[in-house]
């Protein structure tokens, strides 16, 4: 069975860091990454990493927010740092195997003035 589970978030000042990690199992993934949902707004990609360690950023997150995998422990973290208000969003783990989306259950990040 695969599960992707979260941990960290929270609130924070704006220009503030936080750091997110995500724990798989049940899988190798292809892709693993984060996308975020506001209020109001679609669900959206933040970064994602390959299998390879190949990146991918948001155009809102390119140097802000890096993202990183660890292979061997199956875990997929993401770095938020000088974070905006408009960066409040619940934050989801994406894992991809071959054409199937697995996602963990959202983590809160809220950022404030």
């Known amino acids: 069975q695969v599960r992707l589970v979260e941990s960290g978030g929270g609130s924070v000042q704006a220009g503030g860091s936080l750091r997110l990690s995500c724990k798989a199992s049940g899988g190798t993934f292809n892709s693993m990454g984060w996308y975020r949902q506001a209020v109001g707004k679609q669900r959206e990609l933040v970064a994602s990493v390959s299998f390879a360690g190949e990146t991918n950023y948001a155009n809102s997150a390119k140097g802000r927010f890096t993202v990183a995998r660890d292979n061997v422990k199956n875990t997929v973290t993401l770095q938020m740092n000088s974070l905006e208000t408009e960066d409040t969003a619940v934050y989801y783990c994406?894992?991809?195997?071959?054409?199937?989306?697995?996602w963990g259950q959202g983590t809160q990040v809220t950022v404030s003035f």
């Open positions: 994406n894992g991809l195997i071959w054409d199937r989306q697995y």
